[in-house]
């Protein structure tokens, strides 16, 4: 069973920051066998879910959505099996609920989870 727990959402001002954290546990996490692509997405209020950043588990370099490119950077923990997303210069149309996310590759079908969502309000 793989359970995924966001940290580190709240309320900031524009232009500020926060970081993201994202605990990963189960056993697809727990062998160096295992391919898996762990992300970042949000929800914000009346508009569909959508991808923020991503990382394939032998990946070194993340893909980012347009709209954080330069201003959000992914990283990742892996001997703690934790991801994270520091976020810069945030904007308003930032706000959101962020849901971090982890797709097994290695099983058929593939597998997703999702983590219960952290809340990010960026308001003056």
């Known amino acids: 069973q793989v359970q995924l727990v966001e940290h580190g959402g709240g309320l900031v001002q524009p232009g500020g920051s926060l970081r993201l954290s994202c605990a990963a546990s189960?056993?697809?996490?727990?062998?160096?066998?295992?391919?898996?692509?762990m992300s970042w997405h949000r929800q914000a209020p009346g508009k569909q879910r959508e991808l923020v950043a991503s990382?394939?588990?032998?990946?070194?370099?993340?893909y980012y959505s347009d709209f954080v490119k330069g201003r959000f950077t992914l990283s990742r923990d892996i001997a703690n099996n934790t991801l994270y997303l520091q976020m810069n210069t945030l904007k308003p149309e930032d706000t959101a609920v962020y849901y971090c996310?982890?797709?097994?590759?290695?099983?058929?079908?593939?597998?997703?989870?999702w983590g219960q969502g952290t809340q990010v309000t960026v308001s003056s």
């Open positions: 990382i394939s588990s032998g990946g070194t370099r993340p």
């Open positions: 189960g056993s697809i996490f727990e062998t160096v066998f295992s391919i898996y692509i």
């Open positions: 996310k982890t797709v097994d590759l290695g099983a058929e079908p593939h597998r997703e989870y």
